[in-house]
């Protein structure tokens, strides 16, 4: 029921105790945490590692692109509690991107719906990742495997 | 109307956004398109046919038959890498 | 790597932490908590509350049923981290019985892994729920959509 | 051999664990569970034919079939509800 867009870090045990804090209906809580992943190019003969990236999103868009992907997974299943926290700015690799936690009474619409979450906002909010790389800082293109993975929520029912 | 623009596109266009004054024939988000590319060689480039890029009108993602009219902001940008 | 069996409560934010700190090669954590939640049994005419069960458990055989479970999902999926925390003991409605948390460089691992760990703990792991009722204390029958969601990955590739 | 009992078995048996000598012709899993219906009322019914129980071998699930020849420990318990 809550979403939040924010440059700053988050606590993960502060923000699931808040979450799920005296409700007694929930059975199964399921959380995904996104984190920056060293990467590696090659530039020329070499690999080059990438250490940070920096997230631009569309403010006011991106609050409401989330609300309406947690009403969606609302419909979709029987949950009691959602959150996701999104981060934008400079991250470096290791640093924490995104918070997406679901309770239910069932475990598998806890899993189902957080999966769901995860696919879709990668994407339908409106992020970009700007990589730095040796060469200079690039855009990263979109990556097919997303868009499949988001689509098969299209013809499968909850 | 106000346009905005997200990401490598932001760079291709020369701007984060502009504001523009649309003649009567421009109802939906294609024509507002087909209207920019002819800004600035930079618009023709991240706004040309074929290129992979999104839209939103006040906000939420819309296609190229969606009007325009009475809308304050439309934004374009590339696809979402986000999450 | 790391699987306990415990009375005591586990702190999710302090364990993720230690999971995942100084590995950048995590992209995704995914996480389960699994919770004692509050449930109503027919008595008579009434519908009465349960608010407490006991888990029993064959310490030793636990452990090693837990490193097993753990073993198979890392030969299945490319995993960078892997956390079990199982409790026993007197547990009330609301609180914590089981964190399962799994990094890996890519999210759709990061999720069937957990998900498989989850459903394979249910049916492989010596645990017994003894519900405190309104009539007296009740062992809790097998539940057949647990034996359903192990069996499933019996014949599904990771 | 220490055999052990979890769960309502434990109180249908009437004991958590007992020791047992065990004769020569009692091999394997399923031969210790015949052998064990016939000590009491309460083994009887714990272990019957057709009741859905499990067993393990020094702490290893076995199915009837496995030999408990060296084993130390072999434990009987209803399907697991814990997770």
């Known amino acids: 029921m809550t979403v939040r867009v924010q440059e700053a870090d988050f606590d993960v045990g502060a923000e699931l105790e808040a979450l799920t804090a005296g409700n007694k209906r929930i059975g199964g809580l399921t959380v995904f945490v996104g984190l ?35 009403a969606e997974a609302r419909q979709r299943w029987p949950l009691e509690a959602t959150l996701i926290v999104h981060r934008y700015g400079r991250l470096e690799a290791g640093e924490r991107i995104v918070l997406v936690a679901v309770g239910s009474p069932h475990r598998e619409a806890a899993f189902g719906a957080c999966e769901f979450l995860v ?3 990668k994407t339908k909010a409106p992020f970009w990742k700007l990589e730095e790389t040796p060469a200079g800082d690039k855009w990263v293109a979109a990556h097919e495997g997303d868009d499949a993975a988001a689509q098969r929520w299209e013809t499968k029912a909850g | 109307m106000r346009i905005r623009y997200f990401a490598w596109m932001k760079r291709t266009v020369g701007a984060a956004d502009e504001e523009v004054a649309l003649p009567e024939n421009v109802k939906t988000v294609g024509d507002l398109v087909a209207f920019l590319r002819a800004r600035s060689p930079g618009h023709a480039e991240a ?32 696809p979402f890498t986000g999450g």
């Open chain 1, 119 to 121: 696919d879709w906002l």
């Open chain 1, 36 to 70: 920056v992943r060293e990467m590696h190019v090659r530039e020329g003969l070499h690999r080059e590692r990438i250490d940070a990236l920096t997230l631009e999103h569309y403010p006011g868009m991106t609050e409401k692109a989330l609300l309406d992907i947690e």
């Open chain 2, 47 to 78: 706004l040309a046919e074929g290129a992979a890029f999104g839209a939103a009108v006040d906000q939420r993602t819309a296609t190229f038959d969606v009007p325009i009219a009475g809308a304050r902001e439309v934004a374009f940008f590339p």
